[in-house]
């Protein structure tokens, strides 16, 4: 049964009654996201012990994650400011946008280094700027409004793709236009991408439809098959924002950490797929140094450039070895793939 992933209050300033009623008119309208989040306009590095002390705020307030997103950073000069926010707050999201590929895998080396591979699921970098979308970390506030995402996969028809689409997304279309009538606030729309979270595994849902291994022949036509079908709601009167196209994050796709544990796919194969969906290397994690992480990044950065999209990419650096299982947070134990 289709759920609400994630829905996000759109704030360019934070108010608490606002949060509030925000908080309240989900309960009172039934609708029972799986998280409640909050998303900030860009800010500076010297504001982000703001952001980390309002996170928790309001996490006191019933929003589970708030995302800050960067605009140019300086990021060797900021990163005592940006480490020391993650660590005082574990429901703080920061994006940064890729300008230097070397700087971002210094970076992440260090937030390994420092907090451990877990607040690495938590910092992203983008390939343009971040988007309006409830998908964390690589989002913003452009105006205030709610949007939200979806967790879908078990009720999609595979042999009607745009009907079981077009019917999922229609049904929340209108809870989500009816609650923020209710809250005075603009909705900003559905981000329509399909995501995984454990067994409802996108990769899976791309073999159900290829009728092939994923990777094998077929998986570039089948994920274009899934994108159309996305790119098809824009005509059916629905509100959208964001990426919306196929997901594919390594450590919350049961999937592909299967394949990944067995060395059959690669960041390789992954930064490939960016030439027909928003994969990226997202949530992968991989056993990797400073120079193989800003290869992936440079690789991806091609990819990205040429399709004329915006990508986000998080990558979760271990000193672990490949095929070794560490434990990450709240995603539990997840297999490293090589290089």
Not at 76 to 104: C, P, Q, T, V
Not at 263 to 276: K, R
Not at 296 to 321: Q, W
Request: with cysteine.
């Amino acid at each position: 049964m289709t759920t609400i992933r994630a829905i996000s209050l759109h704030l360019n300033k934070p108010d608490f009654r606002l949060i509030e009623r925000f908080v309240e008119g989900l309960k009172e309208s039934g609708i029972s996201p799986w998280t409640k989040r909050f998303v900030l306009p860009w800010g500076e590095i010297e504001d982000l012990q703001r952001a980390a002390r309002l996170s928790l705020d309001l996490k006191e307030n019933g929003i589970d994650f708030t995302a800050f997103p960067l605009r140019k950073v300086n990021i060797k000069r900021g990163s005592e400011e940006l480490i020391k926010a993650m660590n005082d707050s574990d429901s703080l999201f920061i994006s940064l946008i890729l300008h230097r590929a070397e700087d971002a895998a210094w970076l992440l080396k260090k937030v390994q280094k420092d907090l451990g591979e877990a607040a690495c699921t938590r910092i992203g970098f983008s390939i343009g700027s971040q988007l309006e979308t409830s998908y964390f970390p690589v989002t913003r506030c452009v105006r205030n409004g709610i949007s939200a995402s979806l967790r879908m996969i078990p009720e999609i028809d595979v042999t009607d793709l745009d009907k079981s689409l077009e019917k999922i997304v229609q049904r929340y279309n209108k809870l989500l236009n009816d609650l923020s009538k209710a809250l005075g606030v603009p909705f900003i729309g559905i981000d329509a991408s399909i995501s995984p979270w454990m067994e409802e595994s996108s990769a899976a849902l791309v073999e159900r439809i290829s009728g092939r291994n994923f990777m094998s022949v077929g998986t570039l036509g089948a994920i274009d098959k899934i994108n159309k079908a996305i790119k098809k709601l824009k005509n059916k009167n629905i509100r959208l924002t964001g990426f919306n196209e196929l997901m594919l994050p390594y450590a919350e796709d049961s999937r592909l950490m299967e394949l990944g544990s067995k060395g059959m796919i690669s960041p390789e194969d992954l930064i490939s797929l960016i030439s027909v969906c928003v994969a990226g290397l997202d949530m992968v994690v991989v056993s990797a140094n400073e120079h193989d992480i800003k290869e992936m990044m440079e690789d991806s950065v091609s990819v990205a450039l040429r399709r004329r999209k915006k990508i986000g990419i998080r990558i979760v650096p271990t000193d672990a070895n490949p095929g070794d299982i560490i434990k990450l947070g709240r995603f539990g134990h997840v297999p490293v793939m090589g290089t």
